[in-house]
């Protein structure tokens, strides 16, 4: 790419506001022909909203916008991709059953005689593309028997196949193993060779600075600044994107691991489908270590946190805490054996939005004293210890009386932290404690989850981040189709876990 | 920290991401957004769209005929100047007002306490049915029980018996999770063809004394609610009254001031969270039913006791299609689950009903037959109002904004 490419897209000074805040303010983004432009920012900061706008699918209050040149008025998605936009959402919008041309062509099928599919047409067609942009897919296979990788490539394909030449990647890495990753940026490098431009939207800084030419930020909802990649560190852009310096690397001591806490041995669950996805795994934790399970979503770390925490039923084998069996105590029994368990969805599970901070922290304990005595609840003692944790734990944005739906991602997730870690648990399971949240919660997610450990606590870190594992981790365990294939130390490359949890090297022990 | 200061996900809407979420953490939601203002509006407003069914059928005045209303329903007694004859008879008419509200404070607490688990108990019908035929088996037998231990015995079996008939649902719906839209409305019929059975012609409950009519035996003098505001002989208003008040302060007291109460919330909220929380969910499931089918039940016991005194095999019949059971699903849907609401809403549709029946309503001004299908018109449009209270919020939110513009 050179500095005489032709702009294809212009935003010029877009302001959307939604009531009570401004998405967007006056925010200037460009887009030049055959690059890939990296749309950086915290949760919030305004990055959909704008992709939204170039979309179709919201209105600017203010500003205009050209795509080569001409001034456009994006009404709906179709008016964008008439000129040219191809959006790639984080969740595929792809029909399982059907096959990946069928997919691709999907709206606007070839036909014979005007009216009947011409299925040959289109798979011939995909292949074409496929083929020219070297994305190997096969255009017979069904939706559901492909990865989710190559899913993705079907995802940019039907951009293409709309003859896009602006692609919009939303958060594009946050499905894929590193390996796939890697594979997606040579796809990208190839797209852009052959003059299509991409705008490449992440929170991720490192990947950031791998495969974009130049690096807008936007932080609650204003550009911060437009940069080449070429000499910016992460550490740079942590900064502009956060305002303030951020820790990157997690700081911490040597594990200094003692009594056995946690023991999990042969066990064997089945999901809601009566597919066996836990299938004879045994696990150790020991008091002042964080072990690390790294895997790829779906081999089994729900049912297996599930099954720990007493949320499903085990089918063979035995979980103890501390030495108390708890295999078929009610998740209640868990907590009181000294579980403590951060679920990887908030929203849906560890938090009732319409409780208050103060209702949500006694999540479990309001049925004991001091809470409650004889089932008679005492509200003011609650909101007293709410109001003590919020201090505690920094939670911002109300206090032990204000809704938890109404707190930001991050907020929520540091009440979820204080009433699993205050109620001084043995063993705390964190799942995913970092999904969603931005650079500065995940710096004091990161914080506490050592501060526990040097505490004597044991951690088991379910993560789908291979980043957060090798980080925290002192000891690596990889989950593949609801076995442990593979036990690592830290300093293991992510290209041997990334091996071992796509099922290569299985049975292999590496150092440990 | 930083998160803080990042503005919440944008929202085209303008009502905030909670709009999203559960049926009842919207009504949550449009609980606290709304505040009085919202079921204030929505009454208004099916009050609005009634009376112009008013004008556009019978060229009526809508006013007029809704103050005849209001005066039928004894709402002019609050009035200090109605003074003399007329000031006894609107004493009258709003201790039948207050009759009623009494039993719709019961069967409107009964839906809103199962709501609040997240389950909509359509069963109330049942439940009334079950409680009025204990209430009417014991307080026609056992002649000469002390006064307070007869009726206190009679009213806790009507109860019991609700709760227990609705427990039948919340237990199936806690075992093999039975809708318990569906088994409340079984459970309705069943209802009443066993009243009916029990006060048919050779029933086993039927009148001792007249071997030719479907009725019951009396409920015995001793079993009788005392009167405390008007004529016994002309129906005064009975001491279920505070009995309906003492309910509003318990149903209050459970749901926030117990544990109970929470944990009923909780799942009604968000079943999974509840559930990792270590709260059982279907335990809640059938606590919430069989509470919500005791406040029901109360209510049939109440109203046999206090001035019903017999059932009939018609009056068993005539709830089954509807009557005041149903008439608490409105109550609570306009009062949005609180007990304030509760109680402001029976008040609004018990001098309703009371202000429309063919006894009150000045036949000049409106024919009180038609009147009596104006309630259930009026019925019929706060429950889709209430239904529909997000286009209420909307309109709010909107003219909110266009002011400062």
Redesign the interface.
């Known amino acids: 790419m050179t500095d005489a490419s032709r702009t294809v897209l212009e935003m010029r000074h877009i302001t959307?506001r939604?009531?009570?805040?401004?998405?967007n303010d006056d925010v200037s983004f460009d887009l030049r022909e055959g690059e890939v432009h990296a749309l950086l920012g915290?949760?919030?900061?305004?990055k959909?909203?704008l992709m939204n706008i170039l979309y179709g699918l919201?209105h600017p209050d203010e500003g205009e916008i050209e795509i080569s040149g001409k001034p456009v008025r994006l009404g709906t998605p179709s008016a964008a991709i008439d000129a040219g936009v191809g959006m790639v959402h984080q969740h595929f919008m792809l029909i399982p059953v059907m096959t990946v041309a069928e997919n691709i062509v999907l709206g606007e099928e070839p036909t014979h005689a005007g009216a009947f599919l011409d299925l040959g047409e289109a798979n011939d067609r995909v292949r074409e593309i496929s083929e020219r942009f070297s994305l190997a897919v096969d255009p017979k296979a069904r939706i559901e028997d492909i990865t989710v990788g190559q899913q993705q490539r079907v995802e940019i394909l039907k951009a293409l196949y709309r003859n896009a030449d602006i692609l919009v990647l939303d958060e594009p890495t946050a499905v894929l193993t590193p390996q796939e990753a890697k594979e997606l940026f040579e796809i990208i490098q190839g797209l852009t060779a052959q003059g299509k431009s991409i705008i490449f939207i992440s929170h991720k800084l490192n990947e950031v600075t791998e495969v974009a030419d130049r690096i807008t930020v936007l932080?609650?909802?204003k550009k911060v600044e437009t940069l080449p990649a070429e000499g910016a560190t992460e550490e740079s852009l942590a900064r502009l994107m956060?305002?303030?310096e951020v820790l990157l690397r997690v700081e911490k001591g040597p594990a200094n691991p003692t009594d056995l806490l946690l023991e999990v041995e042969n066990l064997h669950v089945f999901d809601d489908r009566g597919i066996e996805k836990v299938r004879g795994l045994s696990l150790d934790i020991r008091a002042g270590e964080i072990v690390g399970l790294a895997g790829i979503d779906g081999n089994g770390q729900t049912e297996l946190i599930d099954a720990m925490?007493g949320?499903r039923g085990v089918a063979a084998g035995t979980v103890t805490v501390a030495g108390d069996d708890v295999t078929t105590a009610?998740?209640?029994?868990?907590?009181n054996a000294g579980l403590g368990?951060i679920?990887e969805d908030r929203q849906?599970?560890?938090?009732?939005?319409?409780?208050s901070i103060a209702?949500n922290i006694?999540?479990?304990d309001?049925?004991q004293a001091p809470?409650?005595r004889f089932?008679?609840?005492y509200?003011r003692r609650l909101i007293e210890r709410g109001a003590r944790l919020i201090k505690e734990y920094?939670v911002?944005?109300g206090g032990a009386q204000t809704?938890a739906?109404g707190l930001?991602?991050?907020?929520q997730q540091k009440v979820v932290l204080a009433r699993e870690i205050d109620r001084n648990p043995r063993v705390l399971i964190a799942a995913q404690p970092t999904r969603g949240?931005?650079?500065?919660?995940i710096e004091?997610v990161h914080r506490r989850l050592i501060e526990e450990r040097d505490e004597g606590r044991g951690v088991l870190l379910v993560s789908l981040e291979l980043e957060e594992i090798l980080s925290l981790s002192d000891r690596i365990l990889v989950i593949y189709e609801g076995e442990i294939v593979g036990e690592f130390s830290p300093d293991a490359s992510e290209e041997e876990l990334g091996i071992a949890m796509t099922g290569g090297g299985r049975g292999q022990e590496a150092a440990a | 920290?930083?998160?803080?200061?990042?503005?919440?996900?944008?929202?085209?809407s303008?009502l905030g991401?909670?709009v999203k979420?559960s049926l009842?953490?919207r009504y949550?939601?449009a609980q606290?957004a709304g505040g009085l203002l919202a079921p204030v509006l929505t009454a208004v407003l099916a009050f609005a769209v009634g009376g112009l069914v008013v004008l556009v059928t019978t060229g009526k005045n809508p006013l007029t005929t809704y103050r005849a209303i209001f005066d039928g329903a004894g709402f002019n007694w609050f009035f200090p100047w109605v003074t003399g004859d007329e000031r006894s008879i609107a004493a009258l008419n709003m201790q039948q007002t207050l009759i009623l509200t009494t039993t719709l404070i019961l069967t409107g607490l009964a839906v809103a306490f199962a709501f609040r688990c997240g389950l909509f108990n359509i069963g109330g019908t049942g439940q009334y049915i079950v409680g009025a035929v204990l209430a009417v088996w014991i307080g026609s037998s056992f002649q000469n029980t002390n006064s307070l231990l007869h009726i206190f015995l009679a009213a806790i079996a009507g109860a019991m018996c609700g709760a227990l008939w609705a427990g039948i649902a919340g237990f199936l719906k806690a075992t093999v999770g039975a809708h318990e839209v569906i088994s409340t409305i079984m459970l309705n019929w069943i209802a009443v063809f066993v009243g009916v059975f029990l006060f048919g012609l050779g029933g086993p409950l039927q009148n001792d004394t007249q071997e030719f009519i479907p009725i019951s035996n009396d409920v015995v003098e001793g079993a009788k609610l005392p009167v405390f505001w008007g004529d016994p002989l002309l129906q005064g208003l009975h001491v279920g009254f505070f009995v309906a008040i003492g309910a509003l302060v318990v149903y209050w007291l459970i749901l926030?001031?117990?544990?109970?109460?929470?944990g009923v919330?909780?799942v009604g909220?968000?079943p999974?969270?509840?559930?990792?929380?270590?709260?059982?969910v279907s335990t809640n499931y059938f606590l919430a039913m069989a509470i919500s089918g005791a406040f029901a039940g109360l209510a049939g016991a109440i109203d046999i006791l206090g001035w019903q005194f017999r059932l009939s095999t018609n009056d068993v019949s005539g709830l089954g299609g509807g009557g005041v059971a149903f008439v608490g699903i409105a109550v609570a849907l306009l009062g949005r689950n609180t007990a304030v609401g509760v109680a402001l809403a029976a008040l609004l549709f018990g001098g309703l009903l009371t202000g429309t029946s063919t006894r009150n309503l000045d036949p000049e001004i409106f024919k009180p037959e038609l009147a009596s299908n104006l309630t259930l018109l009026i019925q019929g449009l706060v429950v889709m109002f209430v239904g529909a209270d997000l286009i209420v919020l909307w309109l709010m939110?909107r003219m909110r904004?266009r002011k400062p513009a």
């Not at chain 1, 915290?42 to 305004?46: I, K, S, T, V, Y």
């Not at chain 1, 009610?330 to 907590?335: D, I, L």
């Not at chain 1, 949240?437 to 919660?441: C, E, I, Y």
């Not at chain 2, 930083?2 to 944008?10: G, K, N």
């Open positions: 959307k939604f009531p009570g805040i401004v998405a915290e949760n919030g900061a305004g959909s909203t919201y932080r609650r909802g956060v305002g303030r925490t949320l009610s998740a209640y029994g868990h907590f368990h679920p849906r599970r560890g938090l009732v939005l319409e409780f209702e006694a999540l479990h309001y049925r809470d409650s089932g008679w609840l509200p920094d911002r944005g809704r739906g930001s991602g991050g907020n949240l931005d650079v500065g919660a004091f | 920290m930083s998160d803080l200061e990042t503005p919440p996900p944008a929202d085209p303008g991401p909670e979420q009842l953490g949550d939601v606290k926030n001031r117990t544990t109970l109460g929470y919330k909780a909220f968000n999974e969270a509840a559930r990792y929380g270590g709260i059982s939110a904004r």
